[in-house]
């Protein structure tokens, strides 16, 4: 079959079914590599195609590397009783709720899922892990940068009636629109050039619309989920990075360009290396727009940025959002703005702020 438009472009849908139930469905243009996935958009060539398959060991060493310093500084924190024994659990019973519920809500057959997969044991592992992560941030935020964690820790108390709380949200929820701006406003600039248009990813990949979200509700709740998920456990690691910054170098500045470098090879890196060079500028101009974010309004804004991010770009679709596959777009444009007017509403210290009262004479 030919996609409509100026220049038909050819497109092969494959479909089967079992039992008369449809198990498998794709659709391959001609950009589709040759093991499924899409091309990205950005993407002309891999100049440097034999560093390609290197650099995720690259990675998986500097995780290594991450996850031995979070353990270490965490028992150090630990044995010295410098620790928020309270947070720390609440983090960990968080972490391990939402990869249970992301796991679950995107499952063909949950009981399955849970009790026969490695569900429970990397839930296990990923509450261990972050909450470890804020047990070693925790007293050093707290003694030298307390502004950057005061909203967090009231946050994660339950106190949202806070108005610094809600304004540190709605910075977060500014971040996450500006970087959608960019995100898909350098896409249409590169397609309208000629090139590629940006297919869609692995539901727990970069960012980009994922296709789970047309299977219904429970896919599309699970997008939320993981948005939340990602949000919280990024912005920790985000933190001990410049955590370990900051414990190396005297200078704030060193610090930071630790940070940078160190963030870079997680993103920015790999796209430049596959040849994507837009998509690895943006984010690298993302990553210096965050960094003042993150030391001005500290974790609760950064965490709100990369989950509502994260939320947009996996969601938004299309903006006919009575289409049948519109579901995903008009439930991320329902919870973004209830989000957003509710924190407005908390920030300004209610609506009654916004009446207007006659002068006296």
């Known amino acids: 079959m030919y996609s409509g438009g100026v220049d038909d472009v050819p497109v092969r849908v494959e479909a089967a079914s079992a039992g008369g139930r449809p198990i498998y469905f794709e659709i391959v243009f001609p950009w589709t590599t040759s093991d499924g996935s899409f091309v990205s958009a950005f993407a002309d060539r891999q100049p440097y195609a034999s560093f390609v398959p290197i650099w995720p060991r690259v990675v998986q060493l500097l995780d290594v590397l991450l996850i031995v310093a979070v353990v270490v500084v965490a028992y150090s924190n630990w044995k010295r009783g410098r620790v928020d024994g309270r947070g720390t659990a609440r983090i960990a019973c968080a972490v391990c709720a939402g990869y249970l519920m992301w796991v679950l809500l995107g499952a063909h057959n949950p009981v399955d899922t849970l009790f026969y997969t490695a569900a429970i044991p990397g839930a296990v592992f990923n509450g261990v892990l972050f909450s470890a992560c804020y047990l070693a941030i925790e007293p050093w935020v707290r003694r030298s940068w307390p502004h950057g964690i005061i909203t967090w820790e009231r946050c994660i108390a339950g106190r949202w009636q806070d108005p610094v709380v809600a304004r540190d949200i709605l910075i977060g929820l500014a971040g996450a629109a500006l970087s959608g701006c960019v995100d898909r ?9 000629g090139g590629r248009p940006a297919g869609p990813i692995p539901f727990f990949g970069d960012l980009g619309f994922v296709l789970d979200n047309l299977m219904g509700w429970p896919a599309v709740a699970s997008t939320l989920v993981v948005a939340v998920f990602q949000g919280a456990t990024l912005s920790l690691a985000a933190f001990f ?50 960094l003042p974010v993150m030391l001005r309004f500290g974790l609760l804004a950064t965490a709100v940025w990369i989950c509502m991010g994260r939320y947009i ?46 002068l006296s004479t």
């Open 313 to 358: 770009a996996h969601s938004l679709l299309t903006t006919n959002l009575t289409a049948w596959y519109g579901l995903s777009s008009f439930t991320a444009i329902i919870i973004v703005s209830m989000v957003s007017l509710w924190a407005f509403r908390v920030a300004i210290g209610g609506w009654s702020a916004l009446r207007l009262t006659p």
């Open 185 to 193: 406003g350098v896409g249409l600039f590169v397609i309208q050039f």
């Open 241 to 290: 990075i410049l955590f370990l910054g900051r414990s190396l170098f005297k200078r704030p500045w060193m610090a930071s360009v630790m940070f940078l470098v160190v963030t870079a090879g997680f993103g920015p890196i790999p796209y430049f290396a596959r040849g994507e060079w837009m998509n690895g500028a943006v984010g690298v101009a993302l990553l210096v727009v965050a």
